[in-house]
Nanobody
Framework: QLVESGGGLVQPGGSLRLSCTASGFTISTYSMSWYRQAPGKERERVAAISTTGDVTNVADSMKDRLTISRDNAKNTVDLQMTSLKDEDTAVYYC????????????WGQGTLVTVSS
């Protein structure tokens, strides 16, 4: 399973670091992603990182404000967010994806980030 942590209330312009910890499997063979879902909106991917961490991708809407990183030894993936805006308020989810004869995806339960003054 995946468990996200680090969400909470932050003021506009503030920063937050989310963590995703895997248990029951090793993430080293999984590409990892962070998604978010704002109230009334569809879930969208905001960042992704390859199995070794050498390739990352961040949504255009959040470039320069997000950094995704992973530590395969610790079985964790982090999302550093800076210059947060009201519209960043959402539930943030972690996802692991791999292929082993079929696509395997594991989702976390999400962590709520609220950006408000």
């Amino acid at each position: 399973q995946l468990v996200e942590s680090g969400g909470g209330l932050v003021q506009p312009g503030g920063s937050l670091r989310l963590s995703c910890t895997a248990s029951g499997f090793t993430i080293s063979t999984y590409s990892m992603s962070w998604y978010r879902q704002a109230p009334g909106k569809e879930r969208e991917r905001v960042a992704a990182i390859s199995t070794t961490g050498d390739v990352t991708n961040v949504a255009d809407s959040m470039k320069d404000r997000l950094t995704i990183s992973r530590d395969n030894a610790k079985n964790t993936v982090d999302l550093q967010m800076t210059s947060l805006k009201d519209e960043d308020t959402a539930v943030y989810y972690c996802k692991a994806r791999t292929w082993s004869g079929r696509t395997i995806e594991v989702w976390g339960q999400g962590t709520l980030v609220t950006v408000s003054s």
